[in-house]
Each structure stands twice: as structure tokens, then as C-alpha cells.
């Protein structure tokens, strides 16, 4: 092979890499969209709709992961972290609102680092949703959501191995543990509130039945 035909077939292998890269860029960025449209239907409860969407982007994720499997160099170019990361936020989170138990990266066929990202990134939505359920007066249903808060961020920081090999991820629990106090405040303080309000209605209610006695 003369040395033009080396540099030719090197040329074309830039040129397909290059394209591959631009590929999965724009799947990238159409799959971190779609997952947070996902997270926006699922907090209104539209819960069938965000469904739908999280399984077309299933269909990014399959053709990443392909991509993935030929060049895994480009894993490590970092242009899909946030797609991944994203996605499994979109899915875990979904799962725990339908009640169900928190899938495994298998279940969502994402890769461990990236889906442990997205599970700690599923505390900040929690809280979202916590403090909705507050203003709605749903607040035992407010403290469920504490708990799953709760359930995860010690499940991780269990894991010394995951806070030292997974880059980013102590940063993430840092802030999950400021979220996690903050929701826990907020629902302690709607309980005691709660409780005033129902010793209240009681003590007027007895006062009233008590008047009615008199008279």
C-alpha cells in the first residue's frame, strides 16, 4: 500500500468518525430535550403522555448505545454524558411516581456512571414534587416523596467506591443534602401547620357545641 492509499483510508476514517460524531450529537441533544419534556409531563401528571415520549427517545438511546459499541472513544469525548444522564432522570423518576421500584441501568439500558448521575439528580425533582403536593394540602403524600429523597441519597452515599470513581457525583449529593433538609423543613413545618389547623377547627367546633348546649 503506497502512502497516498494509507493517508486516503486514514482521511476517510477521520471523515466517518467526524460524521458519527455530529451524529450523535443531534441525537444527543433531540434525546436531553425530550427527557425533560418527560420530566414536565410527569410533574403535571400528564403520566401516559410523558410515557410516549420517554419511549421514542428510547429509540436515541438504542441508536447511542449502537454507535457506543462500534467507537467507544467517542464515550469518552463526553458528548452525550448529559443525554444519558437525562434520560435515566426522565425514566427513574416517572417510575417512582407510577409507584413502581426504581429501575436498574439494564432495565433503562443505560450505562452505571451515567445512571447513577440521573438517580441523583431525581432527589431535586422529588422536591419539586414535594413541595407541589404541599400547596395542594397533600402532605402525607409530600412526605412519601421526602422518604424516596431520603432512600436514594443514602443508598449512594453508601457507596464510598461511587463517591470516588464516579466524577461529579460528590458534588451532586452535596447539593441532594441541602435539597433533601430544605424538603424536610418545608414538610415539618406543614405538618405542625397542618396539626394547628385540625386542633383549631376542634376546639371552635367544641366551643360551638358547647354554646348550643347553654342556649
Known sequence: MSLEEILNKIREQAVRKDELRQEIQTIARKTTRMS???????????????EEVLKEASLNIVRLNEVLKAHPDLLSM?????ALEEYAEAQIFLKIIRDEKIPSPEDINIPSEQYVLGLADVIGELRRRSLDLIRKGAVEEAEKCLNV???IYNGII??????????GLRRKCDVARRVIEATRGDVTAEVRRSALSNMMRDLQRILESKINREE
Request: aromatic share 6%.
Open 158 to 167: 453508601g457507596c464510598d467506591e461511587l463517591l470516588i470513581f464516579i466524577s
Open 149 to 151: 429523597m431520603e432512600t
Open 36 to 50: 425533560k419534556q418527560a420530566i414536565f409531563l410527569t410533574h403535571k401528571n400528564r403520566i401516559g403522555e410523558a
Open 78 to 82: 463526553g458528548l452525550i454524558d448529559p
